[in-house]
């Protein structure tokens, strides 16, 4: 924690200030200035820290588990912004905290909601906002990923799990069913028969091996190394050129959304629209000189 504080940027909720502020008071000091020269914003259920070009947004509910109320998820779609606007940032990585990723929408936020409360504000409406970040998300899931929890992890673009990962789609348990994502990801995902499994029984859960082995995660790794394997490879995406990076994630999310014809010509437009950049010139200039390309983002 020393480390990652003295050698990254790092904002931390209100909350947590006020606690290093009484326990270590120069250690306070330095992490006010530190926050007062990058600009960085404090949240009050997110950390947010940035890590070379990567930024690291993590969840902080300890008590409720991460349970993604709204204002957290406000505050996750803030952060994601702001990094998507930062030059200087390539790749994001969302993690929460070993015991728990998220363990779904906050039950006690929404339990006495009315529909047509939930109807005409569009309730949660909002978590979709995230899939307009053009930046590479990667989630580093530990512990529970349960309802909103997996379905934020399936929003991101990568998930590496811990060994003790957890996921899950509870919500039919609460009466209700997936709302972001769990009915139609999930299934591209993992296949119909073990969505549909998770899904009405609520109880299905899958470890961090099944979800490796079904595709739902790429990689797994022991718990207490998750954060800087995700990073590490956030960090060699953000090393790409970031155009080049962004229209691949935009092409590959396409494949979840059209026919394969226009998913193909939308590829090829794409890849010739890259004959058009500077990365494009310097990349393949490199390996034609046999050196490692100087990715300018333009
Ligand atoms: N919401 C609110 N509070 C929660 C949640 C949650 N989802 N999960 C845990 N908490 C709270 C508990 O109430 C408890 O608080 P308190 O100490 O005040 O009682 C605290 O976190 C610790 O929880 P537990 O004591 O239950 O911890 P355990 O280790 O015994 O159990 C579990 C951990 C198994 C994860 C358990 O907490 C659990 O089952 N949680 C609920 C999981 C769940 O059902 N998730 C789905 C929620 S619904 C949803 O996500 C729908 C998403 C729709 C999105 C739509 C967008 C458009």
Redesign the pocket.
Same mark, same amino acid.
């Given at each position: 924690m020393l480390r990652t504080f003295f050698s990254s940027s790092i904002t931390k909720p209100l909350t947590a200030q006020k606690t290093i502020h009484t326990g270590v008071r120069a250690f306070s000091t330095g992490f006010v200035l530190r926050q007062a020269q990058t600009g960085d914003k404090s949240y009050t259920h997110i950390l947010t820290e940035t890590r070379g070009k990567v930024g690291l947004i993590t969840l902080n509910r300890p *008590? /409720? $588990?991460n !349970?993604l109320c709204g204002d957290l998820f406000v505050e996750v779609n803030e952060a994601l912004r702001s990094y998507d606007n930062n030059d200087a940032i390539g790749a994001v990585v969302i993690t929460g905290s070993e015991k !728990?990723f998220a !363990? +779904? /929408?906050?039950? *006690?936020e929404m339990k006495d909601k009315a529909f047509i409360e939930t109807y005409k504000s569009n309730f $949660?409406?909002h978590?979709a906002e995230m899939t307009e970040i053009k930046k590479p998300i990667l989630a580093a899931v530990n512990g529970?990923a $349960?309802?909103? +929890?997996c #379905?934020l992890a399936m929003m991101c673009d990568i998930i590496y799990a811990g060994e003790k990962a957890i996921f899950g789609q %509870? #919500?039919i348990? $609460?009466g209700?069913i %997936?709302? !972001?994502g769990g009915t139609q990801r999930l299934v591209k995902a993992v296949g119909k028969s073990k969505a549909m499994e998770m899904i009405l029984t609520g109880s299905v859960n899958l470890n961090a091996t099944e979800a490796l082995s079904l595709g739902l995660v790429s990689k797994v790794v022991p718990a207490a190394e998750l954060v800087d394997e995700t990073v590490k490879t956030a960090e060699k995406i953000a090393s790409m050129g970031q155009p080049s990076v962004q229209m691949a994630k935009e092409a590959v999310n396409k494949s979840f959304e059209v026919p394969l014809s226009a998913g193909l010509r939308w590829e090829r437009i794409l890849f010739q629209a890259l004959f058009g950049t500077a990365d494009q010139k310097e990349g393949m200039t490199a390996f034609v000189e046999k050196r490692k390309a100087n990715f300018t983002n333009q």
């Open positions: *008590k /409720a $588990l !349970a !728990a !363990a +779904g /929408a906050d039950i *006690k $949660l409406g978590w529970y $349960l309802g909103g +929890g #379905e %509870p #919500e348990k $609460l209700v %997936p709302g !972001a």
